[in-house]
């Protein structure tokens, strides 16, 4: 079945850039999130990527996509202490087919 | 313009009592999702409509729960009865017709003890 793997934990100093990493499973996802969650919050769609595109770039935020890998990450510069909160990967394989996530990536932001 | 709205926010409940989950999708909407989400795990779905169908409902398990979307607007979703394990995080999305973004609301977080 469909699988999203990315890593739980991500710390960083308030100023540096974060890598936030996912892998998927599934060849036929056509589209590609990153969702933001902040505590007691719902899901923040932050960016998304089709997975005809290698890159996206969109103010502070990178979308690399390695399709051939099946490798996605998230690429926050500048990181604020706003920007602590658990970002989660997703893929669907049509526009409006359910969302399979990943387990999310906890960021901290030391200030 | 408003986003998903969900009620109630927070709901604490008795094993074996019923329980219920509303949501009011963006205007226009027509596909919506009910998720679930348990601690430190990502959202899972449960069911989805094209407007009044459930054209998803595969992961919802039907001997406790039930879902309805008469008028293709908003949604109800039920649990009878809820067990300890039902505790966790009930969201709602949305997507309009022709996109691929899904928009969620603030979720409902249940707590059975």
């Known amino acids: 079945g469909e699988d999203v793997e990315q890593s739980l934990f991500l710390s960083v100093r308030e100023g540096d850039s974060s890598v936030i990493n996912c892998t998927y499973t599934?060849?036929?996802?056509?589209?590609l999130y990153w969702y933001k969650q902040e505590p007691g919050a719902g899901l923040q769609l932050l960016t998304y990527?089709?997975?005809?595109?290698d890159m996206k770039q969109d103010q502070r935020l990178t979308v690399l996509l390695n399709k051939k890998d099946k490798h996605l990450s998230l690429r926050i510069a500048d990181t604020q202490t706003g920007d602590s909160a658990i970002y989660f990967c997703?893929?669907?394989?049509?526009?409006?087919?359910?969302?399979?996530f990943g387990k999310g990536t906890r960021l901290s932001v030391i200030a | 313009e408003a986003g998903v709205v969900q009620s109630p926010r927070y709901k604490i409940i008795e094993k074996k009592q019923p329980v219920a989950f509303w949501c009011n999708p963006i205007s226009g909407h027509n596909t919506l999702y009910w998720y679930l989400q348990n601690l430190g795990q990502g959202p899972e779905l449960l069911i989805r409509?094209?407007?009044?169908?459930?054209?998803?409902d595969s992961q919802l398990p039907k001997d406790r729960f039930s879902a309805e979307r008469l008028k293709g607007v908003d949604s109800t979703l039920k649990i009878q009865p809820a067990e300890l394990g039902d505790s966790a995080v009930y969201l709602c999305?949305?997507?309009?017709?022709?996109?691929?973004?899904?928009?969620f609301g603030p979720g409902t977080r249940l707590t059975v003890l």
């Open positions: 999305a949305s997507t309009p017709p022709g996109s691929n973004e899904q928009f």
């Open positions: 997703a893929e669907s394989a049509q526009g409006n087919t359910p969302l399979v």
């Open positions: 409509y094209e407007n009044e169908e459930a054209v998803d």
């Open positions: 990527i089709f997975s005809n595109m």
């Open positions: 599934d060849s036929s996802s056509t589209y």
